[in-house]
């Protein structure tokens, strides 16, 4: 079976996490480190958290903006669930913005509407849907002066660039970004996500958030801490009449989380990191092989093509008239898998979720991401695909088209 994304794992990957369990630490320790310094190094920001999945990591810089009850968050709807959730967690209300037909990211211009029309408005979360990196220049530019703050969803943009050669994760345009580390992700730590900022103040609360808001005298590992020593908010019980700390001694400070990342998780990070570029060069290889081979294939063409360099590539999403097949999108999709071939959608819009209708939004907002999602599958792509399987898929979907 040829799944639609997989994650890629090598010998010396192995050897890495075996490493740590024969000889480090199993909770936070000095790989998540190493992990977050090569990450922020990698993608140019100045600081990094590891958490224990990207879901967290949202939820923990929307927490970080001050985000909370009353207030709005500006989301796009073509998205994982993780995304409006993170701001559901804070009592804040997400409101979805369009997509751009043609990128599939939140459209600027619905933004901008969207901006006059709500208020309360406190943080953006933009997506880079299937690793294309969002116009973040006019979305900073438009709610800069507003005082709205910029979280960015990067799930599947790790190793993508902005226009400006910039990578994402570098917080050009943005307070945070938040990557995902799950195995149909550009790389892996099992579960495992990371956040960055350029902001110390943020990343020391982040720090303090994912350790249950528990600040424990100047201590790094087992990471309830922060780097350098935090004024403790209670020195009459921290220290002793002769003014030493006392060891025992910890606070909390804020009401955090557990959301720590294992140390074996983030040396299979470290491990991972490395071979980043030659990942996404094999991506974007493969879509362009795929723009290419869709061509004269009819009924489907290639989403989002214009940009095959900027992009990491997370996903391949191909948009199918299934209108004019003589079969719908799910006898199509078990066919394939009767092939051996395995196809997703990405993504079912958020405001189509029965939770969310529970809420009050309506499967009618939103216009162009449901006729999108309409048309939306997404095939087989992941470093690891062979030419000879990629071969396979495109005979599949010729012999599809032929008799559909
Ligand atoms: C995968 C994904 C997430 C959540 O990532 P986890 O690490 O699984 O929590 C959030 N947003 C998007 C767009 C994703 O694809």
Redesign the pocket.
């Known amino acids: 079976m040829i799944p639609y994304g997989k994650h890629f794992i090598e010998q010396d990957d192995i050897d890495a996490v075996v490493d740590v369990l024969k000889n480090g630490w199993l909770t936070q320790g000095p790989k998540i480190d190493e992990f977050e310094a090569k990450l922020a190094e990698m993608v140019g920001a100045k600081y990094a958290v590891a958490v224990s999945?990207?879901?967290?990591g949202?939820h923990l810089a929307c927490m970080a903006t001050g985000l909370s009850k009353g207030d709005k968050a500006l989301v796009s709807p073509n998205?994982?669930v993780?995304?409006p959730n993170a701001v559901l967690y804070c009592g804040a209300r997400p409101v979805f913005v369009d997509m751009d037909p043609t990128t599939l990211n939140m459209c600027p211009e619905e933004l901008g509407k969207e901006l006059l029309r709500t208020s309360g408005v406190k943080v953006v979360l933009p997506?880079h849907f299937g690793g294309l990196p969002c116009d973040m220049e006019s979305i900073a530019s438009m709610v800069n002066p507003a005082g709205v703050k910029v979280i960015e969803?990067a799930?599947?943009a790790l190793g993508a660039s902005y226009q400006c050669g910039a990578k994402v994760g570098s917080c050009k345009y943005s307070d945070f970004t938040v990557f995902?580390?799950?195995p149909v992700?550009g790389v892996t730590t099992g579960?495992?996500?990371v956040i960055t900022t350029n902001d110390y103040m943020s990343y020391k609360k982040l720090l303090q958030l994912r350790s249950h808001g528990i600040c424990k005298g100047n201590f790094v590992h087992p990471g309830i801490s922060v780097p350098d020593s935090e004024p403790l908010f209670c020195p009459e019980n921290a220290f002793d009449s002769e003014g030493n700390l006392n060891p025992w001694y910890y606070e909390m400070q804020q009401l955090g989380f557990n959301y720590r990342m294992t140390d074996f998780q983030a040396a299979l990070g470290v491990s991972q990191l490395k071979k980043l570029n030659r990942f996404v060069m094999r991506r974007q290889e493969l879509a362009l092989r795929y723009d290419e081979a869709l061509r004269d294939i009819p009924f489907i063409e290639p989403a989002q093509p214009q940009y095959r360099t900027d992009s990491s590539i997370h996903i391949y999403i191909a948009r199918i008239s299934f209108d004019k097949l003589a079969i719908g999108r799910g006898e199509f999709m078990r066919r394939l898998k009767d092939m051996g071939i395995g196809s997703q959608v990405h993504y079912i819009p958020v405001h189509w979720q029965p939770y969310y209708s529970t809420l009050g939004y309506r499967q009618s907002a939103c216009p162009n991401t449901n006729s999108y999602y309409e048309q939306t599958l997404t095939l087989p792509l992941y470093y690891g695909l062979t030419d000879e399987e990629f071969n396979s898929v495109i005979a599949s979907l010729r012999n599809l088209m032929a008799i559909a």
């Open positions: 999945n990207a879901t967290a949202l998205t994982f993780s995304t997506v969803d799930a599947h995902s580390l799950h992700k579960e495992g996500g």
